[in-house]
């Protein structure tokens, strides 16, 4: 399998990646990749959380970097991105990434929550396993992402099955119904590679079930869902490096719909359109 894009890209910003806007560009290029999506963890309004995101007040210098790597490299499609978790309460903000700041789109990663405080709020974790009510809370956010239309695709939808260690009925539905919404919904749903960087060697290790999961993505064979590649690179030696053998076994298997290009593009613009962009 060979890809052409990637809209999973982080950078230095986050706290917890290396490399700047233009080392991500120039791996990519020679690799390839025709079109590259920045989608760094996103700045909140009221959150400070070093080492996982950049503070809102570095907003506009990340949309000028950007704009200066994008002003470099007229021979690639670039976009402006962040990976976000979907709030209730940043609903307005959402929409202003678009409007304000002239954002490209936004995927949802949904790794935590936080508090009106700006506390972590965890679903799940390492040391959170087989957290019943805390994947629930996870999968109601989720579908609500899903269902507002605003977001290109779900990053990791699987993510919440690096903590569990059981595979119960309760679990199976939560999968089921993530699959369908992102079905009816016609939301794309990510086979995320950074996976197999983070959580593999020790999921497994600790007898827990990594992402891309299996019992996950089985559901797709009843819902067809659309399919989006994501490398989720946290440094730019992670794009030659990363498995897409593991996204193809996958696609294989449950005969997923992965989408092209220029799919992709097209959804970007329709969401733009949305915010008559
Ligand atoms: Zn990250
Ligand atoms: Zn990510």
Redesign the pocket.
Known sequence: MKLNYCYHT?NYR?G??VGSFNDYIEEFEKLGYTSIGFSD?AFFPGISHKGMRGDFSEIDSYIKEFNEAKEQHKNLNLFLGFEVEYMDRYDSYYDELFTKYNFDYLIIGQHLSYNEKGEIVPYFGFNLKDNLEGIIRYKNDLIKAIRSGKFLYIAHPDIFMHSVTKITPEILDICEEIVKTAYECNVPLELNIGGTRYYNLKSQSEGTNPYPNYYFWQFALKYPIDVVVGL?V?NPLHIATSPLNLPEYFIQKFNLNLLTNQQLEQKIAKIKARYNR
């Open positions: 982080h986050c917890h990646a963890h989720d946290h």
